[in-house]
């Protein structure tokens, strides 16, 4: 049996976690890098990556360039 995530109505895949345990995730790690988040969460990078960059575009979360790394922070 597969673990199909696949939305019936839009083809898109369903995240594994939900935005409120990622910003509780970031609240607790805070200062969180991405590649934290991902192994937290058991994605890839680019995951979740793309996952905290939306929250940072809807204003729950902002991030920083530190040192070449990303961090993210609770707003």
Known sequence: ?????RDPDTGKFSP???????????DEMEPAGTS?????FNCSRQAAYQRLNK????????????GGTRIWMTN
């Open 55 to 66: 929250l940072e575009e809807e204003n729950d979360i902002i991030s920083k360039l530190v």
């Open 36 to 40: 934290e988040i991902a192994a937290r």
């Open 16 to 26: 594994k976690f939900t935005d409120e345990e990622l910003l509780a995730a970031i």
């Open 1 to 5: 049996m597969t673990d199909d995530r």
